[in-house]
C-alpha cells in the first residue's frame, strides 16, 4: 500500500476522513475481469461530464476577480496590467474567456498557492468541470486533478450538491510523473463509487494536457484549449478588494498557539473548555529523529520518521488536555515535544520521506494513521527494539512508557482519545530553528472554538 496515500487525510464538516488505498483496488480488479454482476459498478461508462472540442476562433479575454454565476458576468473587471502585477505577485486573478461572444471558460489563478484552474462554462453560464494544476519548482504545470458536475436541469444551482458528480486525481511519484489517478464518482443509484486506474485509463474522451509551461497571462486559452487570435477587453486600473473564490489550501492549524498558551475556549454552543498542561517523560532521540505512530501497528506498516531533524538528545514531552469547566473529566488534545522552546514564529505541516503538500487538495494533510487511540513518540532506532506483546502489556498496565538500554531509546505513549489520522506540526522560531513537534488530535470543539 502507498504510504503517502494512506496518510492523506481530509476535514470534512468537522469530521475526519482518511484518504486510503484500501478497498480501492478491489474494484480495480473486478474492472479487469469484466464481469457482469448484478449490481455491479459499470466502470466504462463513469460520470464524466462533456469536455468542450478545440477551437480555433477569435478568443476575448476579460482579466477580473472571478465569475458570478447567478448574474452570469465577471466580477470586478481589471486592466490586462493589473492582471500582470497580480500573477508576479501570487496574488489572485481570473480569466474570463469568451468565444463568439459567449463565455466558454474561466480561469483563476493563485501562484502563491501554487494553484490554476480552467472552468469550462456551459450555456447557462454554470461552471460544470474544473481542471486544476499545481504549479512545480521547475516552473511546470502538471494537472492535479478534474472535477466535474453534471446537472438534471436547466436551471439547477451552480456546483449542486456537496460533492461532485465526478473526481479525478492524479498521483505522482517524487519527480512529479505521473503514476495513477484516483477517481470518485456518484452512480446512477447515488451510490458512490471509487477506485484507480492507471493513468493510460482516463476515463474522460479527452485527457487534458498533463505536463506543460506556466502560461504567460495572455496565454490561459491555449490551456484551455483556444488556439483563436487573442484580444483583451480595457477594464480599471484597479485591484480588486473581494474575490468570489478562494484558493485551495491544505490544512493549518487552528488555535494551535493559543492551545499551547493554556487558553480558555468557547464553544460554538457557549461551553468555556480550559487547557491543562501535563508534564511527560522527556523523549529520547539518539539520532536526532523523530517517528510518530500508533504503536499497535508497527508490526504491520512502516510509518518512517519525520524528515526534520534535531541535535541528539532528550527533549521534554508534555500533553495538553481539556475539561469543560465545573467537571473532572479530561481529555487530550494536544502532544508537544519541545526542541529549542523559542517562540513560535510560523508553523509547518511536519514531513515524511516522500510526502509533498503539492499533492495535498483544500484540507488536506498529511496523517499519522491511528487505530488503537494511541499514538508513540521515539527514534526510529528503537523501531524494531519493542515487541508487540510489551506494547500489549504496557497498555493492560496504564504504562506510558517503555525503555530500550540496548538502543538507548524509549517510546512516549499518549492517547489520541479515538482513531483517525493526526497531523503533526513543525514550529519555527523567527530564525528558522525547529522550536518545537506538536502532535494535533483535532479536537472538533476546540478547532472550532473562540479564545475566551
Same mark, same amino acid.
Request: hydrophobic letters at 40%; proline letters at 9%; a negative charge.
Given at each position: 500500500?502507498?504510504?503517502?496515500?494512506?496518510?492523506?487525510?481530509?476535514?470534512?464538516?468537522?469530521?475526519?476522513?482518511? %484518504?486510503?488505498?484500501?478497498?480501492?483496488?478491489?474494484? !480495480?480488479?473486478?474492472?479487469? !475481469?469484466?464481469?457482469?454482476?448484478?449490481?455491479?459498478?459499470?466502470?466504462?461508462?463513469?460520470?464524466?461530464?462533456?469536455?468542450?472540442?478545440?477551437?480555433?476562433?477569435?478568443?476575448?479575454?476579460?482579466?477580473?476577480?472571478?465569475?458570478?454565476?447567478?448574474?452570469?458576468?465577471?466580477?470586478?473587471?481589471?486592466?490586462?496590467?493589473?492582471?500582470?502585477?497580480?500573477?508576479?505577485? =501570487?496574488?489572485?486573478?481570473?480569466?474570463?474567456?469568451?468565444?463568439?461572444?459567449?463565455?466558454?471558460?474561466?480561469?483563476?489563478?493563485?501562484?502563491?498557492?501554487?494553484?490554476?484552474?480552467?472552468?469550462?462554462?456551459?450555456?447557462?453560464?454554470?461552471?460544470?468541470?474544473?481542471?486544476?494544476?499545481?504549479?512545480?519548482?521547475?516552473?511546470?504545470?502538471?494537472?492535479?486533478?478534474?472535477?466535474?458536475?453534471?446537472?438534471?436541469?436547466?436551471?439547477?444551482? +451552480? #456546483?449542486?450538491?456537496?460533492?461532485?458528480?465526478?473526481?479525478?486525481?492524479?498521483?505522482?511519484?517524487?519527480? =512529479?510523473?505521473?503514476?495513477?489517478? *484516483?477517481?470518485?464518482?456518484?452512480?446512477? @443509484?447515488?451510490?458512490?463509487?471509487?477506485?484507480?486506474?492507471?493513468?493510460?485509463?482516463?476515463?474522460?474522451?479527452?485527457?487534458?494536457? *498533463?505536463?506543460?509551461?506556466?502560461?504567460?497571462?495572455?496565454?490561459?486559452?491555449?490551456?484551455?484549449?483556444?488556439?483563436?487570435?487573442?484580444?483583451?477587453?480595457?477594464?480599471?486600473?484597479?485591484?480588486?478588494?473581494?474575490?468570489?473564490?478562494?484558493?485551495?489550501?491544505?490544512?493549518?492549524?487552528?488555535?494551535?498557539?493559543?492551545?499551547?498558551?493554556?487558553?480558555?475556549?468557547?464553544?460554538?454552543?457557549?461551553?468555556?473548555?480550559?487547557?491543562?498542561?501535563?508534564?511527560?517523560?522527556?523523549?529520547?532521540?539518539? !539520532?536526532?529523529?523523530?517517528?510518530?505512530? @500508533?504503536?499497535?501497528?508497527?508490526?504491520?506498516?512502516?510509518?518512517?520518521?519525520?524528515?526534520?531533524?534535531?541535535?541528539?538528545?532528550?527533549?521534554?514531552? +508534555?500533553?495538553?488536555?481539556?475539561?469543560?469547566?465545573?467537571?473532572?473529566?479530561?481529555?487530550?488534545?494536544?502532544?508537544?515535544?519541545?526542541?529549542?522552546?523559542?517562540?513560535?514564529?510560523?508553523?509547518? #505541516?511536519?514531513?515524511?520521506?516522500?510526502?509533498? *503538500?503539492?499533492?495535498?487538495?483544500?484540507?488536506?494533510?498529511?496523517?499519522?494513521?491511528? @487505530?488503537?487511540?494511541?499514538?508513540?513518540?521515539?527514534?526510529?532506532?528503537?523501531?524494531?527494539?519493542?515487541?508487540?506483546?510489551?506494547?500489549?502489556?504496557?497498555?493492560?498496565? @496504564?504504562?506510558?512508557?517503555?525503555?530500550?538500554?540496548?538502543?538507548?531509546?524509549?517510546?512516549?505513549?499518549?492517547?489520541?482519545? =479515538?482513531?483517525?489520522?493526526?497531523? %503533526?506540526? #513543525? =514550529?519555527?522560531?523567527?530564525?528558522?530553528?525547529? !522550536?518545537?513537534?506538536?502532535?494535533?488530535?483535532?479536537?472538533?470543539?476546540?478547532?472550532?472554538?473562540?479564545?475566551?
Amino acid at each position: 500500500m502507498d504510504a503517502r496515500l494512506t496518510r492523506r487525510t481530509v476535514i470534512m464538516s468537522g469530521a475526519l476522513a482518511a %484518504v486510503t488505498a484500501g478497498g480501492l483496488l478491489a474494484l !480495480s480488479r473486478a474492472r479487469e !475481469s469484466r464481469t457482469a454482476l448484478p449490481g455491479a459498478p459499470d466502470l466504462d461508462n463513469l460520470p464524466v461530464a462533456d469536455v468542450p472540442a478545440p477551437t480555433g476562433q477569435p478568443v476575448e479575454i476579460v482579466y477580473c476577480a472571478g465569475w458570478d454565476a447567478t448574474t452570469r458576468a465577471p466580477v470586478s473587471p481589471m486592466a490586462e496590467s493589473v492582471a500582470r502585477a497580480q500573477d508576479a505577485a =501570487g496574488a489572485q486573478y481570473a480569466a474570463v474567456l469568451r468565444v463568439d461572444g459567449a463565455v466558454r471558460a474561466v480561469v483563476e489563478v493563485c501562484w502563491s498557492a501554487h494553484h490554476a484552474e480552467v472552468w469550462n462554462i456551459d450555456a447557462a453560464g454554470r461552471r460544470y468541470r474544473g481542471v486544476a494544476y499545481r504549479r512545480w519548482p521547475d516552473g511546470r504545470l502538471r494537472l492535479f486533478g478534474v472535477r466535474s458536475w453534471n446537472y438534471p436541469e436547466p436551471d439547477t444551482p +451552480e #456546483l449542486d450538491g456537496e460533492e461532485p458528480t465526478f473526481q479525478a486525481r492524479v498521483t505522482r511519484d517524487g519527480i =512529479g510523473a505521473t503514476e495513477t489517478i *484516483e477517481i470518485v464518482a456518484v452512480q446512477a @443509484d447515488g451510490s458512490t463509487l471509487q477506485i484507480h486506474r492507471a493513468w493510460s485509463e482516463w476515463p474522460e474522451q479527452q485527457r487534458p494536457p *498533463e505536463n506543460v509551461a506556466v502560461p504567460s497571462v495572455e496565454s490561459w486559452p491555449s490551456l484551455a484549449g483556444m488556439a483563436g487570435p487573442v484580444t483583451v477587453r480595457t477594464g480599471p486600473a484597479v485591484v480588486p478588494t473581494e474575490f468570489p473564490w478562494r484558493p485551495p489550501q491544505p490544512l493549518r492549524p487552528r488555535n494551535l498557539t493559543e492551545l499551547l498558551a493554556g487558553a480558555r475556549f468557547r464553544t460554538s454552543d457557549g461551553r468555556v473548555l480550559t487547557v491543562e498542561r501535563i508534564p511527560a517523560d522527556p523523549v529520547r532521540l539518539p !539520532s536526532g529523529r523523530l517517528l510518530v505512530a @500508533d504503536p499497535g501497528l508497527l508490526g504491520t506498516t512502516d510509518p518512517g520518521a519525520l524528515v526534520a531533524t534535531v541535535p541528539p538528545g532528550e527533549y521534554p514531552v +508534555e500533553v495538553f488536555q481539556a475539561k469543560e469547566n465545573g467537571t473532572s473529566v479530561a481529555w487530550n488534545v494536544a502532544c508537544r515535544v519541545t526542541v529549542t522552546g523559542a517562540p513560535v514564529a510560523s508553523w509547518h #505541516l511536519a514531513l515524511r520521506e516522500g510526502d509533498d *503538500e503539492l499533492a495535498l487538495g483544500d484540507g488536506e494533510f498529511f496523517g499519522n494513521p491511528v @487505530d488503537g487511540a494511541t499514538l508513540a513518540l521515539f527514534d526510529p532506532t528503537g523501531v524494531k527494539a519493542y515487541a508487540q506483546a510489551e506494547i500489549e502489556d504496557a497498555f493492560a498496565t @496504564d504504562r506510558v512508557t517503555l525503555s530500550d538500554p540496548a538502543t538507548g531509546t524509549n517510546m512516549i505513549m499518549v492517547s489520541t482519545g =479515538g482513531d483517525g489520522a493526526f497531523p %503533526v506540526w #513543525l =514550529g519555527r522560531a523567527e530564525d528558522g530553528a525547529i !522550536s518545537c513537534f506538536v502532535l494535533d488530535f483535532l479536537d472538533n470543539d476546540l478547532v472550532t472554538a473562540t479564545p475566551d
